[in-house]
């Protein structure tokens, strides 16, 4: 947003999607910060200073009273009406600056229409709870960041939890440690959505940061929670943190006034658009630079300048999130071969996701995060033709041709379909830890040829892991088993001989008492 002049007075313009950001921002969380305690009653909320004022859908309201000037409308409307905001620029930038969207401009002068006590632009932080297990828990819990980089940020002042609403409340101070900023996060959402907000009346100039003057680099992350993440993971409590709240930099110009030390800075933002946009900068159809990335202006500036991308997913909590063990990796690498084995009557199949998630309770977008290290593993089975793929929705598993074959038992004119040493294992492996005996196999064998669920044979174990310790004793055994099919099969007399069908038969036995 910006001043123009107008007819000779100033006046604040907007453009198109600063509207449309504006409408987008929660009417609940407006309510709050303007003092408001929003009651949910059904599918709506209606406020409980004021019951006759509903809010729909968290972006529109209407007050049944039919008192006030405007009595329904947007986000726009309430805050005209009960904000302070004298005309609808002016209630759009104040939204933007409530979403951490709005520009680092001058207020300008409102009219005092409004009650005083909703003025809502003077800095005033919310209560500090008693206890702070809401935060805790939610930062733990829902967001994977340990205790102890939470605590260390509670030891700062950095954050805390607020007594009305259980937000996080986080802090950024200048160099004296008045607090000159602070931002809202829920631990809970509403209407499916988080509610993130600043506390009317901050300064945008600063933001929530870590200073430690014995080290000259700097770390610039979008939020709190990425920083806390990258902490947690990468073990740094040297560097210096700045958290800008947002893709502009201004808390960073203002930082880097106030601590002159900095000699080099990293940019550990978001991997997105607009991140990579606020790095590199804008460029028009021909290559011209429209808009000045913050790589080349702080490199201009003197500084040494690199960019820290997360390693998977959109930022350092989504990769913090996503971080399993390797016990976990070759878990999953087992599951993808065994349910492949077990389902496909051709060699091939595609094992998705939300199948695993329902296998082993790793959820699908960790799962996804991981498919490079899960197919590292996966392609170490030697009963692979080929190497599996991640296609970006599925893994896509070829077994090799001792999986599916046909055998024709001497003078015998059918030719039956049976399943390769892979699916042979299984079925060992199945009547091992189920206890079947040689004939409950026989009932059970055309499931194999079928493809048999392996979902439904998993319900019956103690545990994945049952499973994947009865594969690695199947494979020390299954030499012997070998060992035995190749005696009978050598025991087999000439296709003229008289006791070819007896012989075949007894192959044919011997194979079913050990689920073949």
Same mark, same amino acid.
């Given at each position: ?37 929003? !009651? ?48 609808? %620029?002016?209630?759009? @930038? ?14 300008? %002068? ?70 000159? *900023?602070?931002?809202?996060?829920? $631990?809970?959402?509403? *209407?499916? +959505?988080? =509610?993130?907000?600043?506390? %009317? ?51 960073? !110009? ?42 080349? @202006?702080?490199?201009?500036?003197? *500084?040494?300048?690199?960019?820290? !991308?997360?390693?998977?997913? +959109? ?32 060699? #091939?199949?595609? !094992? *998705? ?6 296998? $082993? ?29 991640? /296609? ?19 003078? #015998?004119?059918?030719?039956? =379909? ?19 005996? /040689?004939?409950?196999?026989? #009932? ?16 019956? =174990?103690?545990? %994945?892991? /049952? ?21 009978? @099969? ?18 044919? #036995? ?7």
């Amino acid at each position: 947003m910006r001043y123009i002049k107008k007819d000779g007075v100033e006046a604040i313009s907007y453009t198109p999607e600063e509207r449309k950001k504006a409408l987008d921002i929660s009417l609940t969380a407006i309510a709050s910060a303007l003092g408001y305690t929003p !009651v949910r009653a059904g599918s709506h909320y209606h406020l409980k200073e004021m019951d006759s004022l509903i809010i729909y859908n968290d972006r529109s309201w209407n007050r049944w009273s039919g008192k006030g000037n405007k009595t329904g409308g947007t986000q726009i409307d309430f805050m005209m009406e009960y904000g302070g905001a004298a005309s609808v %620029p002016e209630a759009i @930038k104040r939204l933007l600056d409530f979403s951490g969207e709005g520009m680092a401009v001058a207020a300008a %002068p409102a009219a005092n229409n409004s009650p005083s006590r909703n003025d809502g632009f003077s800095m005033e932080l919310p209560p500090k709870n008693n206890n702070f297990r809401r935060m805790y828990a939610y930062l733990i819990q829902t967001r994977g960041v340990s205790q102890e980089v939470v605590s260390d940020f509670v030891h700062r002042r950095l954050i805390y939890e607020d007594s009305v609403h259980h937000n996080i409340v986080y802090c950024g101070m200048d160099p004296e440690g008045n607090i000159r *900023y602070a931002g809202l996060r829920g $631990t809970g959402d509403i *209407y499916g +959505k988080s =509610f993130k907000m600043d506390v %009317p009346g901050n300064n945008k100039n600063y933001g929530v940061n870590i200073v430690n003057k014995e080290s000259d680099e700097l770390k610039v992350f979008e939020s709190v929670i990425d920083c806390m993440s990258y902490i947690d993971m990468y073990k740094d409590n040297v560097s210096n943190k700045l958290i800008l709240g947002m893709v502009e930099d201004n808390p960073l !110009v203002q930082f880097l006034k106030d601590y002159s030390h900095i000699k080099s800075i990293s940019f550990c933002l978001d991997n997105d658009e607009a991140a990579h946009i606020a790095l590199y900068g804008r460029h028009d159809t021909e290559g011209n630079i429209t808009k000045q990335g913050l790589v080349e @202006k702080y490199k201009e500036q003197g *500084y040494s300048v690199r960019v820290e !991308v997360p390693e998977r997913g +959109k930022d350092f909590n989504e990769t913090l999130k996503s971080k399993i063990t390797d016990q976990q990796i070759e878990e999953l690498a087992y599951h993808i071969y065994a349910y492949a084995a077990l389902n496909t009557s051709s060699g #091939q199949y595609y !094992v *998705y996701p939300s199948e695993l998630e329902k296998l $082993t309770g790793i959820s699908q977008k960790t799962i996804m995060m991981n498919a490079n290290q899960i197919l590292e593993v996966l392609n170490t089975y030697d009963e692979l033709l080929e190497p599996a793929v991640w /296609d970006g929705e599925s893994f896509d598993v070829l077994l090799g041709l001792n999986y599916c074959r046909y055998i024709d038992y001497g003078d #015998q004119t059918n030719i039956e =379909f049976s399943p390769g040493e892979a699916a042979l294992a299984e079925a060992e492996m199945i009547q091992t830890n189920m206890g079947f005996s /040689d004939e409950q196999m026989l #009932q059970i064998r055309p499931l194999i040829f079928e493809g048999i669920n392996y979902g439904d044979m998993l319900g019956r =174990f103690n545990s %994945p892991m /049952d499973m994947y310790d009865a594969r690695k004793r199947i494979e020390n055994e299954h030499h012997v088993l070998s060992e035995k099919e190749n005696s009978l @099969k050598a025991s087999i007399p000439e296709e003229n001989d008289e006791r070819a069908e007896p012989a075949a038969a007894a192959l044919m #036995q011997q194979k079913r008492r050990h689920g073949r």
